[in-house]
C-alpha cells in the first residue's frame, strides 16, 4: 500500500468514528554528512516515515501522530486523536482547509537523486571544506552536507487529496579565521538546491573562506552616526524574523502584531517588496500545497512599501472569511501553524560594491547578535564582522559595536537594496543599505 492508499485508509477510519479527519504523512530518505574541525565526523543514511491525524468533532479539535506507516499504529493515533476532540472546546470556525487547484510546479524532484550515494555526499563536504581552507588561517569548525528525498501526502473530509515528491540537498557551514593570537568573528554560510548538477559547495567554502579572513586584525571605532549596509544574515534577523512574526494573522487577529488593521498603510521605504512565492519554477522551497492541503500561492504582502496582506492558514482565513495564502507549516508530529515558506525580498539596482561606493560613513554588517521584540519592534544588540566604510571604501574590520533601535523605523530608512540575494532556509535575502543609524562602541 502506497502513502496516499494509507492517508484515505486512515480518513475512512476517522469518519467512521464520527470525526471529520485531516491527515498528513511524510516519507524522508536522507544521507547526513557532519564537519567539524576541518573533518568529516559522521555520515548518516536513514529513513522515517509518519502520519499527522487532526480530527474534528462539533467544532472541537483533537490530534495525535505517529512515527510509522504501520497501520496498527495509526489506527491508534486516530482513536486518541478523536478521543481527544471529543474533550476539548469547540471552536468558532473550521480549522480545515478548503480544497482548491494546485499549481504545476516543474523541477521538484530531479531523478538524478536517486542514485546520489553515501560516497557522493561525503566527497562534496571535502570539496566544501578543502575550498573554505584554501586559506590556512580559516577553521570549518562545524557544518553539515544533508541529502533528502521526500514524499508529502494530505487527504481531508473537506475533499482534499494530494501527494508530492521532492529532492533537496542543502549544506552550511560556519568558520572562523585565527592569525596568531588574533581570532575573526565566527561566519556563517547556507547552500540548497532541488538538483544534483546545481551543488556549488566549492563556491560556499570559498566565501567562507574570504569573509572570514576579512574579519581578523578588527581595530575600535569611534560611536558615530552613518549608514549601515545589512548583509542578507543581518537583514534575516533585523527584517526577516520581525516582519514574519507581524505578518503572521493569527498574531495579528490576537492583537500580537503591530500591524492589526494596517493594510494599505505604507510600511517601509518604497524601494521594499516583500513576496513568500512557494511557486517558482525548479525552486528549493517550492511545492505544490501545504502543511494542510491548501494551494501555494505567489503572495505579496509588501508591495513598494505598502502592507498589502498577512499570512493566512485555514483558521485564520475563515475567521475573516477569506482564503489561505498557503501558509501552514509543520511536521507530522505537530498541528498546523502559519509560516514562511518562501519568504522573497525583490532585488534592487545595485552591485553591493556600488552600495559601499556610494557610502560616505558607515559600515558593511554581515550579522546582527542581539533581540528584536517581535510585537513592539525594538531591537538591540552587536554587529558581527563589521567593515569600516570611509569615503566609499572598505578600510577595515572593526571590533564589535553596539546598535539599537526600532525596526519598524529602520524599514522607513532603508534607501537602496542589492542586486545579489543569498540563501537560508526558507528565504532569500539581499543587501540592504539604511541611512542615519548610530552606532556605539
Not at 1 to 15: A, G, I, P, S
Not at 73 to 90: F, G, H, Q, Y
Not at 158 to 185: C, F, L, T
Request: hydrophobic share 40%; charged share 25%; aromatic share 6%.
Amino acid at each position: 500500500m502506497d502513502m496516499q492508499d494509507t492517508l484515505e485508509k486512515t480518513l475512512v477510519l476517522c469518519e467512521k468514528k464520527g470525526a471529520e479527519g485531516e491527515v498528513y504523512g511524510v516519507e524522508r530518505q536522507e544521507i547526513i554528512v557532519t564537519v567539524e574541525r576541518n573533518d568529516i565526523m559522521l555520515c548518516i543514511k536513514q529513513k522515517s516515515a509518519g502520519i499527522g491525524v487532526r480530527t474534528v468533532v462539533d467544532r472541537s479539535v483533537g490530534f495525535s501522530c505517529c512515527n510509522t506507516l504501520d497501520f496498527a499504529a495509526i489506527t491508534e493515533a486516530v482513536e486518541t486523536s478523536v478521543k481527544m476532540s471529543k474533550r476539548s472546546n469547540p471552536l468558532l470556525w473550521s480549522p480545515l482547509a478548503v480544497p482548491g487547484s494546485y499549481p504545476e510546479i516543474e523541477g521538484l524532484f530531479d531523478d538524478e537523486m536517486l542514485s546520489f550515494s553515501e560516497e557522493d555526499a561525503i566527497s562534496a563536504a571535502q570539496r566544501m571544506i578543502h575550498a573554505a581552507a584554501e586559506d590556512p588561517q580559516v577553521t570549518v569548525d562545524s557544518g553539515e552536507f544533508n541529502v533528502t528525498l521526500r514524499t508529502q501526502a494530505v487527504c481531508t473530509s473537506r475533499g482534499i487529496s494530494a501527494i508530492e515528491k521532492k529532492s533537496a540537498v542543502s549544506w552550511y557551514m560556519i568558520g572562523i579565521a585565527r592569525k596568531n593570537r588574533d581570532v575573526g568573528s565566527f561566519e556563517y554560510v547556507y547552500g540548497c538546491t532541488p538538483r544534483v548538477r546545481d551543488i556549488y559547495v566549492e563556491d560556499s567554502g570559498s566565501e567562507l573562506s574570504h569573509r572570514a579572513a576579512a574579519n581578523l586584525s578588527p581595530q575600535k571605532v569611534e560611536p558615530f552616526r552613518g549608514d549601515i549596509i545589512l548583509g542578507p544574515d543581518a537583514v534575516s534577523a533585523l527584517v526577516g524574523d520581525p516582519l514574519i512574526s507581524a505578518l503572521n494573522a493569527n498574531n495579528a487577529q490576537r492583537g500580537q502584531s503591530v500591524l492589526a488593521g494596517r493594510k494599505g498603510d505604507v510600511l517601509t521605504s518604497e524601494v521594499v517588496t516583500i513576496k513568500d512565492d512557494a511557486t517558482v519554477k525548479g525552486d528549493f522551497n517550492s511545492s505544490a500545497f501545504d502543511r494542510e492541503g491548501s494551494p501555494h500561492q505567489a503572495v505579496t504582502l509588501v508591495e513598494r512599501g505598502v502592507l498589502t496582506t498577512f499570512l493566512y492558514d485555514a483558521l485564520a482565513a475563515h475567521r475573516e472569511t477569506t482564503v489561505s495564502t498557503g501558509n501552514a507549516i509543520g511536521t507530522f508530529r505537530e498541528t498546523p501553524k502559519i509560516g514562511i515558506t518562501n519568504f522573497l525580498i525583490s532585488p534592487g539596482m545595485h552591485d553591493v560594491d556600488a552600495l559601499v561606493e556610494e557610502t560616505e560613513k558607515g559600515l558593511l554588517v554581515p550579522r546582527f547578535s542581539g533581540t528584536a521584540d517581535h510585537i513592539s519592534g525594538d531591537f538591540s544588540g552587536a554587529l558581527k564582522g563589521a567593515q569600516l566604510i570611509s569615503s566609499g571604501e572598505i578600510k577595515n574590520p572593526v571590533k564589535e559595536v553596539a546598535i539599537a533601535g526600532n525596526v519598524y523605523e529602520l524599514l522607513t530608512k532603508i534607501t537602496a537594496i542589492s542586486k545579489d540575494r543569498a540563501r537560508f532556509p526558507r528565504m532569500v535575502l539581499p543587501h540592504m543599505r539604511v541611512e542615519d543609524m548610530g552606532i556605539t562602541a
